[in-house]
């Protein structure tokens, strides 16, 4: 079962008939000519400058009259019998760590303020191909540190449910863009958590993909930054796998990128009964989750026993505090080596950020042998799921530790009395997808009493991509949390 096929509210403003399509709907309807890419650009405009300005979502926005003047080129394009592919005429807007040619590319640092990329990264350049229009970027926090979207270059983005908290991050504003209908898709990507925690705060999906399924870059170093990748974020499933399809397959200037994405053109319809998933919850006690977050989810599990899902309770055989050391040294190393350049110079490293700043200084006096013992426990901790996945099908876990906090914190202090001793600490909780390189992806699974969203990560087998994109689809059919709670910031859609 899948979201309605295209019908137009007539009963709302032809603006916002158009907004409340998803992307895939919205595709169909200017396919068919129902809608011209002129109205849609119209539609999405309006939208920008009514609520844009109340959360700082989109930055380095383009002029209306360029858009629009794209808009019309690809409506005669459309005209001629021509459609550059399913995102023809779509506006997009990519992140603000990855490079969109003629778009400044500041990573939320005063270092790279104003400087304008030459090229296309892989993702942008594979979503122009596919016809996307791109009006600007998204916010994110200082080169993706910290799951909280705030630099000095643009500011703080502000949540789609509560604009007083956060937006989560690092790809916070792609999120509330998504929430508050600025954006039809959004491409993000995830080190830590930045597609799964801002998905959870604003109430939409976020995938991070397997290792090498959508290719990085261009970056300089091309084998041993392996922690990050980009991904899809959307208002539904579908809208996510469509978009991964454009993002996915081998590219030859990313050679550890995955030749073959035949397997995402396959269904997302599945019966899932007798799936057998394993709820990793807290892992023992041994993560702080703030008051309501595991019962939230707790609660949320009975969707999955309703597609028909045995859920129990598991643990994986390795002690988790092994795994967080070895996420520092990973983590100092490879960020220290990005950042060693910029921190050498005195004067450049007063404009990085105290945690920018920390991480470098982490990485400093790391041995060989230190770097080499942390992926030894990163594939000992791979080992560990893959014993799990001889069970269980899926793996189930939070998507954070806390609900959305204020936005002037730079990040939670202590979660249930516990103090946190880094600035990512409290994001413990995603971790372990990301060093075992497998498919994560952020379903929302409800709100807490003040009305603020959240929600739980299904985890697959490597390379199992599909996997969780059919078990999300299921979810999303019998819950439509999207749709039954939109953002108030929204208003009545008509």
């Known amino acids: 079962m899948s979201r309605p096929d295209v019908t137009l509210n007539t009963s709302a403003s032809p603006q916002q008939a158009i907004?409340?399509?998803?992307?895939?709907?919205?595709?169909?309807?200017?396919?068919?000519?129902?809608?011209?890419?002129?109205?849609?650009?119209?539609?999405?405009?309006?939208?920008?400058?009514?609520?844009?300005?109340?959360?700082?979502?989109?930055v380095s926005l383009r002029s209306a009259h360029a858009l629009l003047g794209e808009a019309d080129e690809r409506d005669r394009q459309l005209a001629r019998g021509e459609s550059m592919g399913w995102m023809h005429g779509m506006p997009q807007a990519v992140k603000d760590l990855a490079a969109c040619a003629g778009l400044p590319t500041s990573m939320g640092s005063p270092l790279f303020a104003g400087e304008v990329a030459r090229q296309d990264s892989h993702i942008a350049a594979r979503m122009r191909a596919a016809?996307?229009?791109?009006?600007?970027?998204t916010n994110t926090s200082e080169f993706g540190l910290g799951s909280h979207s705030y630099n000095k270059v643009h500011g703080t983005t502000l949540n789609a449910y509560?604009?007083?908290?956060?937006?989560g991050g690092s790809s916070g504003g792609a999120a509330v863009a998504l929430a508050l209908r600025m954006l039809p898709v959004a491409d993000g990507s995830d080190m830590m958590g930045s597609l799964r925690n801002p998905a959870a705060f604003n109430n939409i999906y976020g995938l991070r993909p397997s290792q090498g399924r959508v290719p990085f870059g261009p970056v300089p170093e091309l084998f041993i930054q392996q922690l990050a990748t980009e991904g899809p974020m959307g208002r539904s499933v579908e809208d996510v796998a469509a978009l991964l399809r454009t993002q996915a397959g081998f590219s030859q200037a990313a050679p550890l990128s995955q030749r073959d994405a035949s397997d995402l053109l396959v269904s997302l319809e599945r019966n899932f009964i007798g799936t057998r998933i394993g709820w990793l919850?807290?892992?023992?006690?041994?993560?702080?989750?703030?008051?309501?977050?595991?019962?939230?989810?707790?609660?949320?599990?009975?969707?999955?026993?309703?597609?028909?899902?045995?859920?129990?309770?598991?643990?994986?055989?390795?002690?988790?505090?092994?795994?967080?050391?070895?996420?520092l040294v990973h983590r100092h190393w490879l960020v220290?080596?990005?950042?060693?350049?910029?921190?050498?110079?005195?004067?450049?490293?007063?404009?990085?950020?105290?945690?920018?700043?920390?991480?470098?200084?982490?990485?400093?006096?790391?041995?060989?042998?230190?770097?080499?013992?942390?992926s030894l426990d990163r594939s000992d901790w791979y080992r560990a799921l893959m014993k799990l996945f001889e069970r269980y099908d899926y793996l189930l876990l939070p998507s954070a530790q806390v609900f959305p906090f204020a936005a002037s914190l730079d990040w939670p202090k202590a979660i249930a009395g516990r103090e946190?001793?880094?600035?990512?600490?409290?994001?413990?909780?995603?971790?372990?997808?990301?060093?075992?390189?497998?498919?994560?992806?952020?379903?929302?699974?409800?709100?807490?009493?003040?009305?603020?969203?959240?929600?739980?990560?299904?985890?697959?087998?490597?390379?199992?991509?599909?996997?969780?994109?059919q078990l999300a689809h299921a979810h999303e059919v019998r819950t439509q949390w999207v749709l039954t709670r939109p953002s108030p910031l929204l208003g009545a859609m008509g």
Not at 131 to 137: C, D, E, P, Q, R
Not at 342 to 367: F, H, I, M, T
Request: glycine share 10%.
């Open 19 to 58: 907004i409340a399509l998803d992307a895939l709907q919205l595709s169909r309807a200017i396919h068919t000519r129902q809608i011209s890419c002129r109205e849609v650009m119209q539609a999405y405009l309006e939208q920008i400058e009514c609520l844009n300005p109340k959360v700082n979502a989109l």
């Open 131 to 137: 016809g996307a229009l791109f009006v600007g970027k």
């Open 336 to 374: 220290g080596g990005n950042l060693k350049a910029a921190y050498a110079d005195p004067v450049r490293r007063a404009q990085l950020k105290p945690e920018a700043v920390w991480e470098v200084e982490g990485g400093v006096n790391l041995s060989a042998e230190a770097i080499y013992q942390a």
């Open 162 to 167: 509560d604009p007083r908290l956060t937006a």
């Open 281 to 327: 919850g807290d892992l023992g006690a041994y993560l702080p989750m703030a008051p309501g977050v595991l019962e939230l989810c707790e609660r949320g599990l009975g969707d999955f026993h309703g597609l028909g899902c045995e859920v129990e309770d598991c643990l994986p055989d390795y002690d988790p505090e092994r795994l967080w050391r070895c996420w």
């Open 420 to 469: 946190m001793d880094t600035y990512h600490r409290w994001m413990e909780v995603v971790i372990g997808a990301t060093l075992a390189g497998l498919p994560a992806m952020s379903v929302p699974v409800g709100f807490n009493v003040e009305g603020l969203p959240m929600g739980v990560q299904i985890i697959g087998r490597a390379q199992a991509d599909l996997a969780v994109l």
